[in-house]
């Protein structure tokens, strides 16, 4: 074979829907030499990182971890040390990502009953009620924000109806984490999972996790085991929090030391301040969007700052344009997904993606475009 | 909350059980900037991560991956992708990875056949003879290169009894994978699992797979889903090799440009100089160790070269030699694990790791030390 060459890749602007640009310190820390996945010096980071993330997610709860893998893996550490199965779990669907979790709930046996809203509508807290007085819930599982549709789902009320009925509240954070309001226990979720590659702008491939202590007592008293050895909380919390730190798997060093970076920025900067930037920057490009004729998917209240979906005005290739985005302007943005594929863009301002900079490359390219 | 300094570890020298010692070079391409998971060159870095793959392990496997998470996410992808409840599965264990494996069979809900051998020697294969006549078994699954003992399991007469009986060979490559003799396609290895932390040098976070063909035929004729969304190759499998690259899930982008890296050194190399290097070195470390009056854990035949393992002699207080070490002369070393916790020592020498310099620095160390 021949041998092939250096890595030698464009400069890109990253405006889709993750991974997001990341600071020159996430990069430098990511890059410093290894340290062994139980030195005490290890551990130390893996302990700075989950009083982090707890800051950021604001919650107290013991119990709060990143999973060794992308978003999708926390979505499904979640539910497979949640649910058994026969359980009944109410899934809410708007979106891919809600469609994901009904498909992870029913590959751990459960019983799916599903709470559908249109795609880039939020869902509507009446149709859970019904949900829930319609069979005996374990749990609930929702989407925060639909990185598919730019939804931001509101929690506040289906949380209280959720307690109600004894059952366990599951939020997807992938997106909104560190990019919007997120309040674990004020809100009264039980489980949460995200991403470092959206809002807290550090490579993909981690997935913070936080459960609260009704959560935990779900997963102690299980009948059986949980289904998938590598993300059994059962034994990678003791890896995270036990008085042994107990090997488990051998957690991604560098990436940790990417994200313990990314978080210590963000905490820099202050979570008020770092939203209100992501909506500045959100009203900046909406304004400039629309003068170029362009509609949001999402009505007003329910819009994400982050991740902006807009309608392709007619006449307009928006695969070509994308691609021009890409090979003239080093720009990416995102195509949509399912139903939406060809119809919508998805525009990310996430993290380090939220600057007034990004925001008018993306307007002065897109002008001499279209 | 006070917010945390600067990342600030100490420089190790890496000779433990993984991760290993990473190349600049390496560290350098993960510091890149990051480009999206879908944009058009991330899709080249990946096959040209599969080709080299394919290269090192050498196979012609079109379906040659990585999975997007550590070795133990790899043992599962191949487990619950090959597994559905009610098959019998023949688990060979003679060590901490093989327990392992035979602990996520039986949560695929397979029955599990298991051929055992003392830790620290390989398996008998007139065992595994036994146990194939003994059912109708769907897979074998073993270790080639036992971490937790320093084990070299030979494959190839296991492999021929595995195809007589109408099996699928299922091997654990994580810490033979470039450093030892290792050819899936001559030795009829059906499905395998690595990690990159090992003799790759890379940072922790992925684990190569591959799969031949009658793997992907048993995958293709399930009657169930796998249970793992994250790992269900019927859709991974689209992302790294369909002909419109689905999405699935974030690839971890740094990650990948790092294993990129990491195996053009391999490839630079040369497989067989890079295993001569680690026999080399193997022999220099076990001449030192047997000078000091260690005894090696395993006979001479089945000896790892990248992992020794070394009984400790009496009188040594083995924790407090390898805590002063680490604090003293910043050398990593492993413990034993489970039955051998506090009896053995085991020592990396793979990848970046494997240099006389390391050799000398480590003898010369316990010198002073004991």
């Known amino acids: 074979m021949e041998n092939l ?59 709060t971890f990143v999973v060794s893998a992308p978003g999708s893996a926390g979505m499904e550490c979640c539910l497979v040390n949640l649910l058994e199965p026969g359980d009944e779990a109410v899934i809410c669907i708007h979106g891919v990502f809600g469609t994901r979790l009904a498909d992870i709930a029913e590959r751990c046996g459960a019983k799916v009953i599903k709470v559908e809203a249109d795609w880039g509508t939020p869902i509507d807290p009446n149709n859970v009620k019904k949900a829930l007085a319609s069979c005996k819930p374990k749990l609930v599982a929702i989407v925060h924000a639909e990185t598919s549709t730019g939804v931001l789902q509101p929690l506040e009320e289906i949380s209280k109806m959720t307690k109600e009925a004894g059952a366990l509240l599951v939020v997807d954070a992938v997106t909104s984490f560190c990019g919007t309001e997120l309040k674990v226990d004020e809100w009264g979720i039980d489980a949460l999972y995200s991403g470092s590659q959206k809002c807290l702008s550090a490579p993909p491939g981690l997935s913070p996790v936080t459960f609260s202590q009704a959560a935990i007592d779900v997963l102690e008293n299980r009948k059986t085991k ?107 943005i995102g195509g949509g997904l399912g139903p939406f594929a060809g119809k919508i863009w998805r525009i990310g301002l996430m993290g380090e993606s939220a600057t007034p900079n990004h925001v008018n490359m993306l307007m002065a390219a897109l002008k001499q475009l279209m």
Not at 291 to 297: S, T
């Open 226 to 332: 949980v289904q998938s050895w590598f993300l059994d909380l059962t034994m990678v919390k003791n890896y995270w929090a036990g008085a042994k730190r107990a090997y488990h798997h051998t957690a991604p060093v560098s990436a940790m030391f990417a994200m313990r970076e990314a978080l210590r920025i963000v905490l820099e900067e202050g979570l008020e301040n770092r939203f209100e930037r992501h909506r500045k920057n959100h009203e900046l490009l909406r304004d400039g969007l629309e003068r170029l004729g362009f509609e949001f998917l999402v009505s007003e209240p329910y819009r994400l700052p982050m991740l902006n979906a807009v309608r392709i005005p007619a006449g307009v290739d928006e695969a070509l344009v994308r691609k021009r985005l890409l090979d003239e302007y080093n720009i990416e």
């Open 5 to 63: 060459k250096e890595l030698n890749t464009s400069t890109r602007v990253l405006m889709g829907p993750g991974p997001s640009d990341v600071h020159s310190r996430v990069l430098r820390a990511m890059s410093t030499p290894l340290v062994g996945h139980l030195d005490p010096e290890f551990l130390m980071v893996m302990d700075d990182i989950k009083v982090m993330v707890q800051e950021t997610l604001q919650t107290q709860n013991p119990l």
